[in-house]
């Protein structure tokens, strides 16, 4: 890997720092040779601190360190993005990130879905709601459900029609996710039950 570090005047090229697992950007940081080598010796992230003018790694009085699992440079050569694991939060005023947001696993439009069933099941009236009406019925007619639509994705994978077969897939998958809702879980903890079967 090339970096130009003489891009800038002070020999600093920006550093975006990027949870490795969840891939939301926890910070922005500054690095010269010397940081960017120590970076690579130790694993552990070390900036240039402009304003204590010296090398600072990130969690050296906190012990919130950033481990190192993979640095890139962008097309220009003169930007990194590194990917951690964070030990702790990252920011200094003790949140997550230092956009003041959670460092939340997020799955895009099943986030935002997981969401929305989430609301509909605590606000909305059961007359105009769907979802909140399956959460009146209670678990076992969620679970039925689920059943069914589990069935008719089976239905339709035998047959030719992909957009039945899609459609089917989506009324499952939104079916599933209500019922991991009703039984007080969220997709995030299937994933933790996947990765921990990984070898």
Request: glycine residues 6%.
């Amino acid at each position: 890997m090339e970096i130009d570090f003489s891009k800038s005047a002070h020999g600093l090229i920006p550093a975006i720092i990027q949870d490795s697992e969840t891939k939301n950007v926890l910070m922005l940081g500054y690095m010269n040779a010397e940081s960017y080598q120590k970076t690579l010796d130790t694993q552990k992230v070390t900036f240039y601190s402009r304003s204590k003018q010296r090398l600072w790694t990130k969690g050296e009085e906190s012990g919130n360190f950033l481990h190192l699992v993979s640095i890139k440079n962008d097309c220009d050569n003169d930007t990194f993005l590194i990917q951690v694991r964070p030990e702790g939060p990252t920011c200094h005023t003790g949140l997550d990130t230092c956009w003041q947001e959670a460092n939340n696993q997020e799955y895009g439009f099943i986030s935002t879905l997981e969401s929305t069933i989430k609301t509909r099941r605590e606000n909305a009236d059961s007359e105009k709601s769907y979802v909140a009406s399956l959460f009146e019925k209670g678990i076992n007619k969620i679970a039925q459900k689920v059943g069914e639509e589990a069935v008719e994705v089976v239905i339709e994978a035998k047959d030719d029609n992909d957009d039945l077969f899609l459609s089917e897939s989506a009324d499952l998958l939104f079916h599933y996710l209500i019922l991991l809702q009703a039984k007080g879980f969220q997709l995030e903890d299937v994933v933790q039950v996947l990765k921990s079967r990984q070898k």
